[in-house]
């Protein structure tokens, strides 16, 4: 695709310069950083006026959009989740921006709404954002988040009236919420005020995060402070009551891995008052621990210490010391232990992730011996609701083709199967999931390592030169699953295209090994296996380089904009999605300094070294042949994401369209869109998600020269 552009020049200030260990870095796009200057928000224009059109003015967007629309017009449920006297679930009738809560007296019964998050707003970018339910299910705390942002606010419903009380609270960033057993008040946390504005469009650092317990029907100010730690200013701090009321747990990160563990006896300490004593149990971040259950003050936890693919632990309150600690179900030698849930009083149902794909157990509470397993065709199981109060449990499984079936199980009637509860489905006449087909190959990455991948096409037709999509993100122990996406399916089946999955390391997909063989030092093994996929497909006649397109999101949009650096022929387009970008900078904005456990810390030689590397902005160039020229790109970003901050795009694509100005091999166009009050993804309403993805897919179809009459 030949495009002739002029981009808006970027004013390069070479006076700004640092030094990274003796070693001087130019930084000229350093005023990017300012999301309410006027000079960046000119820039921001003058890019949406060249990426706008040429998505918008192609005859095809129309037609891509009304198609999409029309898929993307199903119902959609999720897994009733019992809470006092009623069952809740979501449900979407199709097109509505914001998923509806509904409640029901019995399985039975007719669903009633119980709130709409569409009312809130006219556009749907008020999203709801986190909920819990008090012990009794009488109330419900709830947040809400607008344009895309990580700030919420919280709020508290009568379940019985549906009318909200008075309270409101505000500041509130990366926290839970959390329910003592009386139903009088919950744990949450926020941040101190700051200056500017908190609307998710700053960039300043999140830092000293405060534990609060909040009665209802009080207003903030009166809130209790419950726990703080002034001298680690990044620690953010989560909480959950024991199953049996008595015990606070809270942990305690830094980054995205690894956390220290506390508990407090809530009963022992008497009312809430002030800073509750805190009793440590785990001192060190060297592994992960996640609250399932407890057995008086016995408590199980998920862990990876000593279990790099993870395994339940017991520990005793009365007794917690590190070698008195006792395992429960012991770590699989292969298999991934994604998750556990405590149900009906005496059993645990374990999520493993065996080759990508789900499986579900169930084990004794008391022994930790198998009851049994659960079929599964592949899929992801992507939600869950059970509780130990009850005996009954829903799982939801998705997969490629397949956009959700809900089952229900009831332990009180062992000898039963499974049943499903709902199964959703498209209104798309002539679909049929028989006429796709999904292969997982394993194929060797640089360094002769296997690397799992998905791939997903019609059965149809022979191999040759598809189009492609080669999906990846490979970082922070998240595991790439089969998932349902219609943008996706519509690429596969109006395209005639190809959909590869490709489960590089740095993802959780094999447990701790894989996370630590894509981390820190080892981040160019993802990039690796990345570019090793391209050349499989191409190698085995899947599809030709010009026709591969790579995406990727947050750390996905790293994977990208480090692979369009390193190797641009292995691809014919990019689309590079709210990525980390500017690595040498990444640590000092917003949430930023948590991903140092994923990336390194430049402020570190051996890291600053690392990063400097592989850092996308940093390693910009000029094409010196056609054959290396960038591929045709597009670069996603939004202007209230506050986890991933749009500065990274921005320095991205000014240092690209300086790198390619008056070049006379790069012939692709490279194209920044900044889309307005969203954020980083969550929440995002449906018509921006509809937009989004025929954005995407009307770029594909000119970067990827696709014939097919859509």
């Not at 890019?47 to 993307?72: G, H, M, R, V, Y």
């Not at 339910?133 to 344009?147: K, M, P, R």
């Not at 320095?651 to 166009?669: C, G, I, R, S, T």
Request: aromatic letters at 12%.
């Amino acid at each position: 695709m030949v495009r002739d552009f002029t981009y808006p020049v970027a004013r390069r200030d070479e006076s700004i310069v640092d030094d990274f260990h003796g070693k001087k870095i130019a930084d000229p796009y350093r005023w990017l950083e300012d999301p309410d200057s006027e000079e960046t928000q000119q820039f921001v224009e003058a890019e949406n006026k060249i990426a706008q059109p040429f998505l918008e003015n192609c005859d095809k967007w129309q037609k891509i959009n009304e198609k999409l629309t029309a898929l993307w017009n199903f119902p959609k449920y999720t897994v009733p989740d019992r809470h006092g006297k009623y069952y809740f679930s979501y449900q979407n009738t199709g097109l509505q921006n914001q998923n509806v809560l509904y409640k029901q007296d019995t399985l039975k019964d007719e669903p009633t709404l119980f709130f709409d998050p569409n009312t809130l707003s006219t556009d749907g970018t008020i999203a709801l954002s986190g909920k819990a339910f008090s012990e009794d299910g009488n109330l419900l705390a709830y947040g809400l988040s607008e344009s895309g942002s990580d700030w919420i606010k919280i709020k508290i419903r009568n379940v019985e009236t549906g009318e909200d009380f008075p309270d409101l609270l505000e500041r509130v960033k990366f926290s839970s919420m959390t329910w003592t057993h009386d139903n009088k008040g919950l744990f949450y946390c926020r941040y101190p005020d700051q200056e500017g504005k908190t609307d998710g469009s700053e960039t300043v650092m999140n830092e000293n995060q405060k534990l609060y317990y909040h009665r209802v029907g009080e207003s903030q100010e009166k809130d209790v402070l419950v726990a703080e730690f002034p001298e680690n200013p990044s620690w953010r701090m989560s909480t959950q009551v024991s199953d049996c009321g008595k015990y606070l747990i809270v942990t305690i990160v830094k980054a995205c891995r690894d956390n220290l563990l506390y508990f407090a006896d809530l009963e022992k300490n008497g009312p809430i008052n002030g800073k509750i004593p805190l009793t440590p149990i785990v001192t060190e971040f060297e592994a992960d621990y996640d609250y399932i259950t407890n057995t008086g003050s016995k408590m199980v936890f998920r862990t990876n210490k000593n279990a790099p693919n993870y395994r339940l632990i017991v520990i005793d309150l009365n007794n917690y010391t590190e070698e008195n600690w006792g395992t429960l179900i012991e770590e699989d030698p292969k298999d991934v232990l994604d998750w556990a849930h405590c149900v009906d009083k005496d059993k645990v149902v374990l999520g493993y992730l065996h080759d990508v794909k789900s499986a579900l157990q169930v084990n004794s509470l008391e022994t930790g011996k198998l009851i049994r397993k659960f079929p599964l065709e592949i899929g992801q199981i992507v939600s869950f609701s059970g509780d130990k109060k009850y005996s009954e449990i829903f799982y939801q499984l998705v997969s490629f083709l397949t956009p959700g079936t809900i089952y229900r199980y009831d332990f009180s009637k062992p000898d039963e199967q499974p049943t499903v509860f709902r199964e959703v489905k498209l209104n798309l006449e002539g679909f049929d999931k028989n006429n796709f087909k999904v292969d997982q190959v394993f194929y060797p990455s640089r360094d002769g390592t296997k690397i799992p991948m998905f791939i997903v096409q019609k059965n149809t037709q022979p191999k040759g030169s598809k189009p492609c999509l080669l999906y990846g993100y490979g970082g922070f122990n998240i595991s790439l699953q089969p998932t349902f996406s219609v943008s996706l399916l519509f690429l596969i089946d109006a395209f005639d295209g190809i959909l590869a999955f490709a489960n590089i390391r740095g993802g959780g997909e094999y447990g701790e090994k894989w996370h630590n063989g894509g981390r820190l030092l080892n981040k160019q093994n993802g990039f690796d296996d990345f570019q090793a996929a391209a050349k499989y497909l191409v190698e085995h006649k899947y599809t030709e380089h010009k026709k591969i397109a790579i995406q990727g999101g947050s750390n996905g949009g790293l994977l990208v904009g480090a692979c369009i650096n390193q190797r641009p022929e292995l691809f014919g387009a990019a689309v590079a999605q709210v990525g980390v970008l500017d690595m040498l900078r990444f640590h000092k904005f917003t949430i930023g300094h948590a991903w140092i456990s994923d990336y390194g810390n430049p402020d570190e030689k051996v890291h600053f070294d690392n990063l400097y590397k592989f850092s996308p902005v940093h390693n910009v160039h000029s094409p010196n042949s056609t054959d290396n020229q960038y591929p045709s790109t597009l670069i996603l970003t939004a202007d209230h994401d506050d986890r991933v901050s749009p500065l990274h795009s921005l320095k991205f694509a000014a240092a690209l369209h300086h790198a390619v100005k008056d070049n006379e091999f790069q012939k692709n166009p490279i194209l920044l869109r900044v889309y307005s009050k969203a954020g980083h993804g969550a929440g995002k309403p449906t018509a921006k998600k509809i937009e989004e993805s025929t954005d995407i897919l009307t770029f594909l179809y000119q970067a990827l020269e696709i014939d097919a009459d859509v």
